[in-house]
């Protein structure tokens, strides 16, 4: 397991952009495959986005498509979540999550993750 921190969450207005970062302390995290998850009020945590460790293959939540890209640093130990055109429905706690694997898109599949970083969108 590695550990994750994220940063970058705010307050922005329907339409604008937020950067959210997730850095690992460890070198190895550079072999994780990571993930965005989000949760907003109500149980469960859903898929955002996720990519394999080498940033090969990306895969999308439909509702996030054209929006929202997924990227990583290895050389910075770091993954971004770039959030664009933002809408008051995406208004959750965004968390990063990291797997010594491939990425699935449920929250079991990842054996790391982080404390979560708030997005609120207003209209």
């Known amino acids: 397991q590695v550990r994750l921190v994220e940063s970058g969450g705010g307050l922005v207005q329907a339409g604008d952009s937020l950067r959210l970062s997730c850095a690992a302390s460890?070198?190895?995290?550079?072999?994780?495959?990571t993930g965005w998850f989000r949760q907003a009020p109500g149980p469960g945590r859903e898929f955002v986005t996720s990519?394999?460790?080498?940033?090969?293959?990306?895969y999308y939540a439909d509702f996030v498509k054209g929006r929202f890209t997924i990227s990583r640093d290895n050389a910075k130990n770091t993954v971004y979540l770039q959030m664009n055109n933002l809408k008051p429905e995406d208004t959750a706690v965004y968390y990063c999550?990291?797997?010594?694997?491939?990425?699935?898109?449920?929250?079991?599949?990842?054996?790391?993750w982080g404390q979560g970083t708030q997005v609120t969108v207003s209209s």
């Open positions: 999550a990291a797997v010594a694997g491939l990425p699935g898109r449920s929250p079991a599949d990842f054996s790391s």
């Open positions: 990519m394999t460790w080498n940033a090969g293959m990306t």
């Open positions: 460890e070198r190895t995290f550079r072999s994780y495959a």
